[in-house]
Protein backbone atom coordinates (compact mmCIF):
# COMPACT_ATOMS: atom_id res chain seq x y z
CA UNK A 1 0.00 0.00 0.00
CA UNK A 2 1.66 3.06 -1.06
CA UNK A 3 -0.67 5.61 0.20
CA UNK A 4 0.61 9.07 1.32
CA UNK A 5 -1.53 8.60 4.59
CA UNK A 6 0.78 5.20 5.27
CA UNK A 7 3.66 7.00 4.64
CA UNK A 8 2.65 10.12 6.98
CA UNK A 9 1.49 7.62 9.77
CA UNK A 10 5.30 5.53 9.46
CA UNK A 11 7.75 5.91 12.53
CA UNK A 12 11.00 5.07 12.21
CA UNK A 13 13.34 3.96 15.15
CA UNK A 14 13.05 6.99 17.90
CA UNK A 15 11.95 9.09 15.06
CA UNK A 16 15.47 9.04 13.18
CA UNK A 17 15.68 10.43 10.01
CA UNK A 18 14.61 7.99 7.58
CA UNK A 19 15.90 6.71 4.58
CA UNK A 20 19.38 7.32 5.20
CA UNK A 21 18.55 11.06 4.99
CA UNK A 22 17.55 11.21 1.21
CA UNK A 23 13.79 12.05 1.39
CA UNK A 24 11.36 12.08 3.41
CA UNK A 25 8.49 9.03 3.28
CA UNK A 26 6.15 10.65 1.02
CA UNK A 27 8.51 11.67 -1.17
CA UNK A 28 9.61 7.87 -1.57
CA UNK A 29 6.09 6.55 -2.20
CA UNK A 30 5.49 8.90 -5.10
CA UNK A 31 6.65 6.13 -8.43
CA UNK A 32 6.58 8.72 -11.41
CA UNK A 33 9.79 8.25 -12.78
CA UNK A 34 11.85 5.56 -14.58
CA UNK A 35 15.54 4.79 -15.91
CA UNK A 36 14.55 5.64 -19.31
CA UNK A 37 13.54 9.23 -18.51
CA UNK A 38 16.18 10.04 -16.27
CA UNK A 39 18.54 8.71 -18.85
CA UNK A 40 17.76 10.72 -21.93
CA UNK A 41 17.88 13.97 -19.37
CA UNK A 42 21.39 12.72 -18.69
CA UNK A 43 22.24 12.56 -22.01
CA UNK A 44 21.08 16.05 -23.15
CA UNK A 45 22.63 17.32 -20.44
CA UNK A 46 25.91 15.19 -21.37
CA UNK A 47 25.46 16.92 -24.83
CA UNK A 48 25.59 20.32 -23.34
CA UNK A 49 28.46 19.72 -20.57
CA UNK A 50 30.66 17.97 -23.45
CA UNK A 51 30.26 20.74 -26.33
CA UNK A 52 30.87 23.48 -24.11
CA UNK A 53 34.22 21.83 -22.42
CA UNK A 54 34.48 21.93 -25.80
CA UNK A 55 33.91 25.27 -26.83
CA UNK A 56 35.86 27.05 -24.13
CA UNK A 57 38.99 25.43 -24.64
CA UNK A 58 38.30 25.60 -28.22
CA UNK A 59 38.91 29.93 -27.53
CA UNK A 60 41.45 29.95 -25.17
CA UNK A 61 44.23 30.16 -27.60
CA UNK A 62 42.91 33.46 -29.50
CA UNK A 63 41.51 34.95 -26.47
CA UNK A 64 43.38 37.91 -26.04
CA UNK A 65 42.40 38.65 -21.98
CA UNK A 66 44.40 36.48 -20.11
CA UNK A 67 41.35 36.71 -17.15
CA UNK A 68 39.68 34.71 -19.76
CA UNK A 69 41.87 32.74 -20.75
CA UNK A 70 42.46 31.24 -17.30
CA UNK A 71 38.84 31.27 -16.62
CA UNK A 72 38.23 29.05 -19.80
CA UNK A 73 40.84 27.11 -18.59
CA UNK A 74 39.37 25.95 -15.35
CA UNK A 75 35.85 26.10 -16.47
CA UNK A 76 35.94 23.47 -19.19
CA UNK A 77 38.42 20.89 -16.91
CA UNK A 78 35.05 21.60 -14.53
CA UNK A 79 32.56 20.84 -17.50
CA UNK A 80 34.84 17.77 -18.09
CA UNK A 81 34.78 16.35 -14.81
CA UNK A 82 30.57 16.87 -15.37
CA UNK A 83 30.92 15.07 -18.50
CA UNK A 84 32.66 12.45 -16.92
CA UNK A 85 30.43 12.01 -14.38
CA UNK A 86 27.22 12.12 -16.65
CA UNK A 87 29.03 9.47 -18.40
CA UNK A 88 29.94 7.31 -15.41
CA UNK A 89 26.28 7.48 -14.24
CA UNK A 90 24.29 6.81 -17.89
CA UNK A 91 26.53 4.15 -18.16
CA UNK A 92 25.17 2.61 -15.18
CA UNK A 93 21.71 2.88 -15.51
CA UNK A 94 21.13 -0.78 -18.30
CA UNK A 95 20.95 1.01 -21.52
CA UNK A 96 23.67 -0.10 -23.81
CA UNK A 97 24.34 0.95 -26.15
CA UNK A 98 24.76 4.20 -24.67
CA UNK A 99 24.32 6.15 -27.37
CA UNK A 100 26.58 9.16 -25.76
CA UNK A 101 28.37 10.34 -29.00
CA UNK A 102 24.34 11.17 -30.73
CA UNK A 103 23.69 14.57 -30.71
CA UNK A 104 20.20 13.87 -28.87
CA UNK A 105 18.10 16.88 -30.49
CA UNK A 106 19.38 19.13 -33.71
CA UNK A 107 18.72 22.41 -32.56
CA UNK A 108 20.91 21.71 -29.54
CA UNK A 109 23.86 21.11 -31.74
CA UNK A 110 22.96 23.93 -33.73
CA UNK A 111 22.81 26.08 -30.40
CA UNK A 112 26.23 24.89 -29.67
CA UNK A 113 27.48 25.64 -33.62
CA UNK A 114 26.29 29.09 -32.99
CA UNK A 115 28.53 29.80 -29.67
CA UNK A 116 31.67 28.13 -30.95
CA UNK A 117 31.59 29.83 -34.39
CA UNK A 118 30.20 33.13 -32.74
CA UNK A 119 32.69 36.09 -33.67
CA UNK A 120 33.91 37.45 -30.48
CA UNK A 121 34.96 37.58 -26.84
CA UNK A 122 31.48 39.44 -26.03
CA UNK A 123 29.14 37.06 -28.31
CA UNK A 124 31.14 34.00 -26.67
CA UNK A 125 30.65 34.81 -23.11
CA UNK A 126 27.01 35.74 -23.22
CA UNK A 127 25.93 32.40 -25.13
CA UNK A 128 28.05 30.21 -23.03
CA UNK A 129 27.75 31.37 -19.53
CA UNK A 130 24.11 33.59 -20.12
CA UNK A 131 22.32 30.91 -22.32
CA UNK A 132 24.15 27.54 -22.23
CA UNK A 133 25.36 27.32 -18.73
CA UNK A 134 22.02 28.45 -17.20
CA UNK A 135 19.70 25.91 -19.20
CA UNK A 136 22.45 23.29 -18.02
CA UNK A 137 21.57 24.62 -14.35
CA UNK A 138 17.78 24.98 -14.57
CA UNK A 139 17.43 21.22 -16.31
CA UNK A 140 19.99 20.03 -13.12
CA UNK A 141 18.00 21.70 -10.52
CA UNK A 142 14.64 20.15 -12.36
CA UNK A 143 16.34 16.23 -12.81
CA UNK A 144 17.28 16.56 -9.43
CA UNK A 145 14.18 17.84 -7.98
CA UNK A 146 11.65 15.21 -10.32
CA UNK A 147 14.76 12.09 -10.16
CA UNK A 148 13.30 9.54 -7.41
CA UNK A 149 15.44 10.02 -4.18
CA UNK A 150 15.83 6.77 -3.28
CA UNK A 151 15.72 4.58 -6.25
CA UNK A 152 17.84 7.39 -8.88
CA UNK A 153 19.57 8.60 -5.82
CA UNK A 154 23.05 8.23 -7.54
CA UNK A 155 21.75 11.07 -10.08
CA UNK A 156 19.73 13.25 -7.70
CA UNK A 157 23.69 13.32 -6.10
CA UNK A 158 25.04 14.40 -9.42
CA UNK A 159 22.81 17.12 -9.79
CA UNK A 160 23.34 18.61 -6.96
CA UNK A 161 27.38 18.24 -6.98
CA UNK A 162 26.90 20.23 -10.45
CA UNK A 163 24.80 23.04 -9.36
CA UNK A 164 27.45 23.42 -6.62
CA UNK A 165 30.29 23.71 -8.65
CA UNK A 166 28.67 25.42 -11.89
CA UNK A 167 26.60 27.97 -10.03
CA UNK A 168 29.99 29.42 -9.03
CA UNK A 169 30.90 29.47 -12.93
CA UNK A 170 27.72 30.95 -14.12
CA UNK A 171 28.81 33.70 -11.33
CA UNK A 172 32.21 34.39 -13.16
CA UNK A 173 30.53 34.95 -16.28
CA UNK A 174 27.71 37.40 -14.64
CA UNK A 175 30.32 39.48 -13.54
CA UNK A 176 32.44 38.94 -16.73
CA UNK A 177 29.74 39.99 -18.40
CA UNK A 178 28.99 42.94 -16.47
CA UNK A 179 32.68 44.11 -16.98
CA UNK A 180 33.34 43.53 -20.41
CA UNK A 181 29.47 44.25 -21.89
CA UNK A 182 27.63 47.31 -22.41
CA UNK A 183 24.50 47.59 -23.01
CA UNK A 184 24.56 48.31 -26.85
CA UNK A 185 26.88 45.41 -27.56
CA UNK A 186 24.23 43.37 -25.81
CA UNK A 187 21.68 45.47 -27.99
CA UNK A 188 23.51 44.21 -30.86
CA UNK A 189 22.85 40.47 -30.61
CA UNK A 190 19.39 40.79 -29.57
CA UNK A 191 18.67 38.81 -33.22
CA UNK A 192 21.35 36.21 -32.79
CA UNK A 193 19.97 35.62 -28.50
CA UNK A 194 16.79 35.25 -30.08
CA UNK A 195 18.02 32.68 -32.29
CA UNK A 196 19.48 31.02 -29.31
CA UNK A 197 17.06 30.92 -27.21
CA UNK A 198 14.39 29.62 -30.32
CA UNK A 199 17.35 26.40 -30.19
CA UNK A 200 16.22 25.87 -26.72
CA UNK A 201 12.74 26.27 -27.15
CA UNK A 202 12.84 23.66 -29.92
CA UNK A 203 14.22 21.68 -27.61
CA UNK A 204 11.79 21.75 -24.94
CA UNK A 205 13.80 23.69 -22.77
CA UNK A 206 15.54 20.83 -21.86
CA UNK A 207 11.90 20.13 -19.53
CA UNK A 208 11.41 16.91 -18.79
CA UNK A 209 8.16 16.55 -20.17
CA UNK A 210 9.34 16.83 -23.53
CA UNK A 211 10.77 14.68 -25.76
CA UNK A 212 12.50 12.63 -22.84
CA UNK A 213 11.83 9.30 -25.18
CA UNK A 214 15.16 11.12 -26.69
CA UNK A 215 13.25 11.72 -29.92
CA UNK A 216 12.77 15.03 -31.23
CA UNK A 217 9.36 15.78 -30.51
CA UNK A 218 6.87 18.06 -32.01
CA UNK A 219 7.88 21.64 -32.43
CA UNK A 220 6.03 23.85 -30.64
CA UNK A 221 3.46 26.23 -33.38
CA UNK A 222 4.59 29.13 -31.88
CA UNK A 223 8.29 28.80 -32.15
CA UNK A 224 10.02 30.10 -35.39
CA UNK A 225 11.94 27.84 -37.22
CA UNK A 226 15.89 28.18 -36.66
CA UNK A 227 18.33 28.27 -38.98
CA UNK A 228 22.47 28.88 -38.91
CA UNK A 229 23.54 32.16 -38.56
CA UNK A 230 27.42 32.49 -37.31
CA UNK A 231 27.82 28.48 -37.75
CA UNK A 232 26.65 28.97 -41.88
CA UNK A 233 30.42 29.28 -41.65
CA UNK A 234 31.92 26.34 -39.76
CA UNK A 235 34.08 26.70 -36.84
CA UNK A 236 38.11 27.57 -37.85
CA UNK A 237 39.88 26.78 -34.72
CA UNK A 238 42.44 29.93 -34.44
CA UNK A 239 45.75 28.38 -33.77
CA UNK A 240 47.81 31.67 -32.79
CA UNK A 241 48.02 32.78 -29.80
CA UNK A 242 46.77 36.49 -29.07
CA UNK A 243 47.38 38.40 -25.56
CA UNK A 244 45.99 41.54 -24.04
CA UNK A 245 47.26 44.82 -24.16
CA UNK A 246 49.26 44.18 -21.17
CA UNK A 247 51.02 41.85 -22.86
CA UNK A 248 53.95 43.18 -24.97
CA UNK A 249 57.15 42.13 -27.05
CA UNK A 250 55.83 38.93 -27.20
CA UNK A 251 58.76 37.94 -29.59
CA UNK A 252 61.10 38.97 -26.91
CA UNK A 253 63.75 35.71 -26.26
CA UNK A 254 66.19 37.87 -24.62
CA UNK A 255 66.50 36.06 -21.50
CA UNK A 256 67.35 32.44 -20.69
CA UNK A 257 65.55 32.05 -17.34
CA UNK A 258 66.44 28.15 -17.50
CA UNK A 259 70.23 29.28 -18.05
CA UNK A 260 69.95 30.92 -14.69
CA UNK A 261 68.07 28.62 -12.50
CA UNK A 262 70.98 26.09 -13.37
CA UNK A 263 73.72 28.40 -12.81
CA UNK A 264 75.61 27.13 -9.33
CA UNK A 265 77.11 30.73 -9.37
CA UNK A 266 73.86 32.29 -8.51
CA UNK A 267 71.71 32.15 -5.06
CA UNK A 268 68.22 31.00 -4.64
CA UNK A 269 66.55 33.61 -3.61
CA UNK A 270 67.40 35.46 -7.09
CA UNK A 271 66.41 31.96 -8.95
CA UNK A 272 63.13 32.85 -7.23
CA UNK A 273 62.73 35.67 -9.69
CA UNK A 274 63.21 33.35 -12.71
CA UNK A 275 60.61 31.20 -11.46
CA UNK A 276 58.12 33.09 -11.08
CA UNK A 277 58.84 34.25 -14.59
CA UNK A 278 58.84 31.01 -15.68
CA UNK A 279 55.36 30.02 -13.71
CA UNK A 280 53.45 32.83 -15.39
CA UNK A 281 54.97 32.60 -18.92
CA UNK A 282 53.34 29.12 -18.48
CA UNK A 283 50.24 30.47 -19.94
CA UNK A 284 51.61 29.19 -23.28
CA UNK A 285 50.92 25.73 -22.54
CA UNK A 286 47.20 26.14 -22.09
CA UNK A 287 47.38 28.52 -25.50
CA UNK A 288 49.30 25.11 -26.87
CA UNK A 289 47.40 22.27 -24.78
CA UNK A 290 44.15 23.75 -26.67
CA UNK A 291 45.09 22.84 -30.03
CA UNK A 292 45.87 19.68 -29.02
CA UNK A 293 42.69 19.18 -27.63
CA UNK A 294 40.66 20.97 -30.72
CA UNK A 295 42.36 19.18 -33.38
CA UNK A 296 41.96 15.62 -32.13
CA UNK A 297 38.43 16.25 -30.72
CA UNK A 298 36.94 13.07 -32.81
CA UNK A 299 40.45 11.06 -33.02
CA UNK A 300 40.74 10.38 -29.10
CA UNK A 301 38.39 8.85 -26.83
CA UNK A 302 36.78 11.15 -24.21
CA UNK A 303 38.65 9.79 -21.10
CA UNK A 304 41.90 11.15 -23.34
CA UNK A 305 40.40 14.74 -23.25
CA UNK A 306 39.06 14.53 -19.65
CA UNK A 307 42.71 14.38 -18.48
CA UNK A 308 44.59 16.42 -20.66
CA UNK A 309 41.93 19.05 -19.82
CA UNK A 310 42.99 18.54 -16.44
CA UNK A 311 46.47 19.26 -17.45
CA UNK A 312 45.60 21.70 -19.26
CA UNK A 313 44.18 23.63 -16.34
CA UNK A 314 46.86 22.90 -13.90
CA UNK A 315 48.90 24.85 -16.59
CA UNK A 316 46.96 27.74 -15.96
CA UNK A 317 47.18 27.80 -12.46
CA UNK A 318 51.02 27.77 -12.79
CA UNK A 319 50.46 30.99 -14.34
CA UNK A 320 48.87 32.13 -11.92
CA UNK A 321 50.90 31.43 -9.19
CA UNK A 322 53.45 33.37 -11.23
CA UNK A 323 51.08 36.24 -11.07
CA UNK A 324 50.57 36.17 -8.17
CA UNK A 325 54.14 35.77 -7.03
CA UNK A 326 55.32 38.41 -8.92
CA UNK A 327 52.57 40.41 -6.85
CA UNK A 328 54.00 39.22 -3.34
CA UNK A 329 57.30 40.70 -4.50
CA UNK A 330 55.38 44.01 -5.00
CA UNK A 331 56.96 43.50 -8.52
CA UNK A 332 54.94 44.60 -12.06
CA UNK A 333 54.70 41.64 -14.78
CA UNK A 334 53.13 43.44 -17.23
CA UNK A 335 56.68 45.36 -17.22
CA UNK A 336 58.25 42.05 -18.38
CA UNK A 337 58.01 40.91 -21.77
CA UNK A 338 55.86 37.46 -21.65
CA UNK A 339 56.92 34.84 -24.28
CA UNK A 340 54.76 33.63 -26.67
CA UNK A 341 56.38 32.24 -29.64
CA UNK A 342 56.70 28.42 -27.62
CA UNK A 343 53.15 28.22 -28.35
CA UNK A 344 52.74 30.32 -31.54
CA UNK A 345 55.77 28.11 -32.93
CA UNK A 346 54.67 24.53 -32.00
CA UNK A 347 50.94 25.18 -32.71
CA UNK A 348 51.93 26.89 -36.36
CA UNK A 349 54.66 24.51 -37.11
CA UNK A 350 54.13 20.91 -35.92
CA UNK A 351 50.38 18.88 -36.03
CA UNK A 352 48.77 18.17 -32.89
CA UNK A 353 50.71 14.48 -32.35
CA UNK A 354 53.83 16.25 -32.49
CA UNK A 355 52.72 19.01 -30.60
CA UNK A 356 52.05 16.12 -27.89
CA UNK A 357 55.07 14.80 -28.49
CA UNK A 358 57.20 17.85 -27.47
CA UNK A 359 54.91 18.26 -24.66
CA UNK A 360 55.64 14.68 -22.89
CA UNK A 361 59.16 14.96 -23.80
CA UNK A 362 59.76 18.45 -22.15
CA UNK A 363 57.69 16.78 -18.91
CA UNK A 364 59.71 13.71 -18.85
CA UNK A 365 62.04 15.45 -18.55
CA UNK A 366 61.03 17.80 -15.48
CA UNK A 367 61.21 14.78 -13.56
CA UNK A 368 64.84 13.67 -12.76
CA UNK A 369 66.36 15.66 -9.71
CA UNK A 370 67.60 18.28 -11.84
CA UNK A 371 63.55 19.41 -12.48
CA UNK A 372 60.66 20.05 -10.51
CA UNK A 373 62.26 19.05 -7.82
CA UNK A 374 65.10 21.21 -7.90
CA UNK A 375 62.98 24.19 -8.75
CA UNK A 376 61.30 23.01 -5.17
CA UNK A 377 64.59 22.93 -3.29
CA UNK A 378 65.35 26.44 -4.57
CA UNK A 379 62.07 27.86 -3.20
CA UNK A 380 62.75 25.99 0.17
CA UNK A 381 66.29 27.23 0.27
CA UNK A 382 65.56 31.04 -1.31
CA UNK A 383 63.72 32.66 2.18
CA UNK A 384 60.62 33.10 0.09
CA UNK A 385 57.77 30.62 1.65
CA UNK A 386 54.95 31.06 -1.42
CA UNK A 387 57.74 29.96 -3.79
CA UNK A 388 58.52 27.22 -2.24
CA UNK A 389 54.36 25.99 -1.44
CA UNK A 390 54.25 27.15 -4.90
CA UNK A 391 56.88 24.75 -6.37
CA UNK A 392 55.68 22.00 -3.88
CA UNK A 393 52.58 21.74 -5.30
CA UNK A 394 54.01 22.52 -8.94
CA UNK A 395 56.20 19.46 -8.67
CA UNK A 396 52.93 17.38 -7.90
CA UNK A 397 50.96 18.34 -10.69
CA UNK A 398 54.50 17.77 -13.10
CA UNK A 399 54.45 14.24 -11.86
CA UNK A 400 50.65 14.00 -12.11
CA UNK A 401 51.40 15.38 -15.89
CA UNK A 402 54.02 12.74 -16.67
CA UNK A 403 52.01 10.03 -15.89
CA UNK A 404 49.11 11.40 -17.93
CA UNK A 405 51.56 11.50 -20.79
CA UNK A 406 52.40 7.76 -19.81
CA UNK A 407 48.50 7.07 -20.17
CA UNK A 408 47.82 8.55 -23.54
CA UNK A 409 50.77 9.64 -25.55
CA UNK A 410 53.40 6.96 -25.13
CA UNK A 411 51.49 3.67 -26.07
CA UNK A 412 51.29 5.28 -29.59
CA UNK A 413 55.24 3.69 -29.67
CA UNK A 414 56.95 0.41 -29.01
CA UNK A 415 59.05 2.12 -26.55
CA UNK A 416 59.78 4.77 -24.26
CA UNK A 417 62.57 5.82 -26.11
CA UNK A 418 60.65 6.18 -29.10
CA UNK A 419 58.38 8.16 -27.83
CA UNK A 420 60.29 10.29 -26.41
CA UNK A 421 62.66 10.57 -29.36
CA UNK A 422 59.27 11.69 -31.40
CA UNK A 423 59.24 14.14 -28.97
CA UNK A 424 62.80 15.29 -29.30
CA UNK A 425 62.47 15.37 -33.13
CA UNK A 426 59.50 17.28 -33.03
CA UNK A 427 60.69 19.51 -30.73
CA UNK A 428 64.04 20.04 -33.09
CA UNK A 429 62.05 20.44 -36.33
CA UNK A 430 60.18 23.99 -34.69
CA UNK A 431 62.30 26.68 -36.24
CA UNK A 432 62.91 29.12 -34.01
CA UNK A 433 62.94 32.21 -35.77
CA UNK A 434 65.24 33.87 -33.18
CA UNK A 435 67.42 36.37 -35.91
CA UNK A 436 64.35 36.59 -37.92
CA UNK A 437 61.86 37.99 -35.53
CA UNK A 438 64.72 40.52 -34.87
CA UNK A 439 65.27 41.73 -38.23
CA UNK A 440 61.14 41.79 -39.11
CA UNK A 441 61.04 44.31 -36.19
CA UNK A 442 59.20 42.23 -34.26
CA UNK A 443 61.86 42.30 -31.38
CA UNK A 444 64.71 43.51 -29.93
CA UNK A 445 65.25 40.77 -27.80
CA UNK A 446 65.47 43.31 -25.21
CA UNK A 447 67.55 41.92 -21.65
CA UNK A 448 64.86 42.67 -19.05
CA UNK A 449 66.68 40.69 -16.15
CA UNK A 450 68.45 44.07 -14.93
CA UNK A 451 65.81 46.27 -14.61
CA UNK A 452 63.20 43.40 -13.49
CA UNK A 453 66.52 42.27 -10.84
CA UNK A 454 67.64 45.58 -9.57
CA UNK A 455 63.43 46.75 -8.84
CA UNK A 456 63.72 43.24 -6.68
CA UNK A 457 66.72 43.99 -5.03
CA UNK A 458 64.97 47.01 -3.87
CA UNK A 459 62.57 45.57 -2.26
CA UNK A 460 64.22 43.13 -0.77
CA UNK A 461 66.95 45.65 0.43
CA UNK A 462 69.89 44.39 -0.59
CA UNK A 463 72.71 45.41 -2.57
CA UNK A 464 72.36 43.24 -6.63
CA UNK A 465 74.74 40.34 -7.12
CA UNK A 466 77.39 41.41 -9.85
CA UNK A 467 77.71 38.62 -11.36
CA UNK A 468 73.85 38.18 -11.53
CA UNK A 469 72.68 41.31 -12.61
CA UNK A 470 75.38 40.88 -15.68
CA UNK A 471 73.37 37.79 -16.51
CA UNK A 472 72.72 37.61 -20.39
CA UNK A 473 72.16 34.60 -22.07
CA UNK A 474 69.11 34.30 -24.54
CA UNK A 475 67.48 31.71 -26.26
CA UNK A 476 69.63 32.38 -29.72
CA UNK A 477 71.53 29.29 -29.07
CA UNK A 478 69.33 27.07 -26.66
CA UNK A 479 65.96 25.97 -25.94
CA UNK A 480 64.29 25.54 -22.30
CA UNK A 481 66.32 22.14 -22.06
CA UNK A 482 68.92 23.80 -22.29
CA UNK A 483 69.85 21.65 -25.97
CA UNK A 484 71.63 23.68 -28.42
CA UNK A 485 69.76 24.83 -31.50
CA UNK A 486 71.23 26.12 -34.84
CA UNK A 487 70.55 29.81 -34.80
FE1 LIG B 1 53.38 23.47 -15.45
FE1 LIG C 1 52.81 20.16 -16.86
Request: glycine share 4%; net charge negative; aromatic share 10%.
Amino acid sequence: MNSPTNAEQYQSYRGLPVLAGLCSMERAVESQWSVETSTSQLKRLHYLTRRLHETLTARITAEPIYELKTAYSHHAYLLAEYTSAIRKRVGEMRVPPLGLEDVPHDSLKLLMDEIISSPTTETLLVGAYEVVLSAILDAAKQLQQAAHPLADAPTVRLMKLLQFELLEVAEFGRQAIACLISQQQREDMAHWLALLANCLKHAGNLELTSADDGSQGDLPGDVPEVAPHYSKTPFQYQAEPRRDERFHDSYNAGVNPEAFLYDERFSARDKTLMMYYKRIREIDVPEMMASILYELRDEEPWEFHMEMSRQLWDEARHAMMGEVGFLSLGLDWTKIPINFTWSRNLNLQLNARERHGVLFFIEQGLMPKTGKKYEWEVGCDSGDGLSGMFQDFDWADEVLHAQIGRRWYMPRYKTLQESLAFGDRSWTKVVSQWHAYREQGLTEHRNWWPDLYQEACRRWNVAPDPVALAFHTTYEESRADLKKISP
